[in-house]
C-alpha cells in the first residue's frame, strides 16, 4: 500500500500553486492521475518516486517510511523500490537496448533478467541497437521493460503513451495491462487520454490547481463528470465569431468535427490547437469501452 | 575640361580626426626623452633624473628592463633616447649595426652583491652558500644578465660552483633576483650594490660585497640611440653627457658602484 | 631548424607539465563542474566566479600570490616546507599547482556545460533504477558527455603548454625542472638567439595545432 499526504508550493506560469493531496493506493491497484496540465500530476508522481521534495507531509510505502518532513526523513530515490516511466524515455542513448536492462539489473545475473524482459516486451530483435535507432514506440516499450527490471511493487508511469500515435498506443496499453497482470505491481500513471484511462486503471484521481476534485471508477467519473454528460476530447481547429455576439468553436475529435457555440466572455480564452472537452448534456449515452 | 585649381575641404568629421592625429604627433614631439635603464641601474635613477632636471629643467622618463630585451626593443624600434646597459656587449652590438649614435662609454663598474633576509651569515663571503639553510639561490640569467655572468664565475672561481649548482635558481634579470631574495622565496641571492643600497636593500647586516677578484669587472655603458630629429638627438645627447659630470658620479659613487 | 638535446629536454619537460596539470585538472575538474552543475546552494555563483578568474585576471597576480604564499618563509610555503619538505616556488610541483589554478577554468566549464547538456531526467532515470550518484556520473553521466571531456582535456592541456607569466614569476628558470618552452623561447629572444626561438615557436605552433584540431573535427563532424 502506497500512502501520501503532500504538500508543496509551486510556481507555475499562472502563478503561485498550493498542491495538497491525500490518498492511499491498494497494492496491485492501477491508479490514473488525470487533469489539465500545470494540476500537479508530474510533480505528484516524482514526490512519490523522491525526485522532488515536498514541502510537508509523508509519503510511505507498506511498512516503510519514505518520506517524511516531520521527522525529516527522506529516503533516496535510488532506495525507494519502484520503476518509473519518464515522459522522454529517459533510455541511456550511449547503451545499447540490452545495456539499458542490463544496467538497470545491476550485477546479479544481469543477462539472464535482461533476456526475461527483452522477451516479454517482444524487443529481443532490437536488443543491440542504440535507442536513437528505434521508433518512439520501441522507445517506449525499452523504458517500460527497463523500469520493470527490478520487478518494483511499484511502478510510476508519467504520460507514457503520449507521444504515440494510436496504433502503437494501443499496442503498448495491451502490453501494459498483460503486464500488469502478471507482476500484480501497483501502478500510478499520469495521463490526459480518457479512453487510456478507462481502458487500464481500476480508478482515477483528477485534478485541478494542485488539488483532487474528483476520485472514483473512471466510467463513473467521466461519466458522471457533468451530471450524466457526454464528454468528447478534441482540438479546438476554429473559431468564428456570429452575429449574435457569441463564438463558433470548431473541435476536431478523431475523423469528426463538433460545433459549439460559446458566449464572447467563455470564449475569451479559448485558442486555435488547444486541447478541449465537449460536454453534451442533451445526450445521455452511457458507453465508455473503447 | 582641365580643373584649374582644387580646393581641399576638411569635413567636420575629418576636422576631429586630423585634430587627433595632430594632438598625437605633437605631443610626441614635445615628449620628455625617454631612458632604457638596466635593472641594476633602476634604483639610482629617480636620483639622476632629479639631479638632471636640477641642472637643465628637463624631465627625463625612465623604462626599466634587462640590458638584453631593451636592447632587443631599441632594435626594433622602440622609442627609447639614451640606454644605460649593465654590459657592454649589447651596447656594442647596436653601435656595430648602426643604431647607436655615438659610440657607447662606460659610465660606471657594476659590483656584485651577496645579500640575504632570512638570518644567514653572509659576512663571510660566498662560504654562506654553503649554510645548509640554504635551499636556493637566485642568480641572474648568466646568458643575458652580467651580475649573472659575474655571479656564476665568482663561484667558478671560488670553488664552490659544483657544490651548489643544484640550488641556483635563475631571474630574468637583478630585478627578479631582489624579488625572489626580498619575498624569502630564495635563502640566498647575487644582484647589484644599487639594489641593496636603495630602499629594497635595508640592513647592512644583510649583505656583503663578492670579493672583486674573483669576478671580472662589470663594465656598464650607456649610448644614445639614433633616432628622431637632430633636436632629439642633441636632447639626448645632453642626458648622456650628463652620466659623465661630477654630480652623476657622486651619485653612482653612493649606489655603490665603481668608476671608469 | 635545430633541435639540440636542450631543446628536446625542454620540450618534453612542457609536454610533462601539460600532461600533470591535466590528469589533475581532470580529476578535480569532474567533481567542480559536477557540483556546479547540480548543485542547489548558494555559494555556486562565487565558486563560479573565482573558477572563471583565471581567464581574466593577468597571470601575474596568480604569480605574484603564488610567490608571497609558497616561499618557505611565508604561511603556506613554510608548513609545506616543514611538513613534506615540499617547495613550491622554483619547483616542478609548484608549476603544476600554479597551472592547476590558472587552467581551472578550461577544464571545469566545458565539463560543466557537459553535466549541463544531458537531460535531468536521465540521471534521475538512473536513481530510480537504484544506482548512486557516483554510478550515475560513472555510467550514465561521463560516457555521454564525451566531446566535453575532450575538449576540456584539450583546452587545458594547450592552455598549459602556452602559460608564460606564472611560470616567469615562480619558476626560476631552471633548465630540466622549471624551463618551459614559453620560457625559453623569450630567453632565447633576449639573447638575440632568434633561430633557436623559432625552432622552440614553430614546434609549439605545431603541436598545439594538431592537439586542437581534433576537437574542432569533431565538432564540424557533428553539425555535417
Redesign the interface.
Known sequence: MIRFKVRKMLHASSGPMLLSVEEEVSEGEFVALYGPSGAGKTTLLRMI???TAPDEGTVSAGAECWYDSRSRVNL?????????V???Y?????MTVRGNLE??A?SRDRSAVADELLGMTDLRELADRFPGALSGGQQQRVALA??L??KPKLLLLDEPLSALDRAARVKLQDELLELHARFRMTVIMVSHDVAEICRLAGRVLSLEAGAVVHRGVPSDLFAASSGGAFTIEGEISALVKTGAGGILVSVVAGANIVRVEVTEKEGSDLRVGKRVAVTSELLNSRIVKL | MIPTGTTYRISPPRRLVFLFFLLIFTGLALRAQTVAVAANAQYLIPDLTDAFKRATGKTIRSVVG?S??LS?QIRNGAPFDVLLSADTAYPM?LWRDGIALDTPRVYAFGTLILWSK?GISVKGGLSALLDPAV??I?VA?P??APYGAAAIAALQAGGLYDAVSSK?????SVAQVN??VD?????IGFTSSSAVVSAAGGDAREWVRVDTSLYPPIPQAALVVRRGSPGDAARAREFFQFLFTPEARSIFLRYGYRLP | MELTSEMVGTLLLTLKLASATTLILLAAGIPIAYWIAFSPSRLRPFAETLISMPLVLPPTVLGFYF??A?????AV?GALASLFDL?L??SFPGLVVASVVYSLPFMVQPLQSGFRSI?A??A?????????RFQTLL??LL??MKPALLSGIVLSFAHTIGEFGVV?M?G???PGV?RVASIAI??E????HYAAANTYALILIGVTFSILLPVYWKRSARIW
Open positions: 518516486a523522491g525526485l533516496a530515490t535510488r532506495r525507494r523500490e519502484l520503476g518509473f519518464f515522459q522522454d529517459a533510455l541511456f542513448p550511449h544496467y538497470a545491476g527497463r523500469a527490471v527490478r | 634587462s638584453g630585451a632587443s652590438g632570512t635551499k636556493k637566485a640569467n646568458r643575458n641556483i635558481v635563475y631571474g630574468e624579488q625572489y619575498s624569502r622565496a630564495a635563502e | 610567490l608571497i609558497f616561499n618557505p618563509a611565508g610555503g617547495r616556488v622554483f537531460p531526467s536521465l534521475e532515470a538512473s536513481a530510480t533504477l537504484g544506482k548512486s555510467r550514465v560516457p555521454g616567469l615562480i626560476g628558470n631552471i622549471t623569450y630567453d629572444v633576449e639573447v638575440l
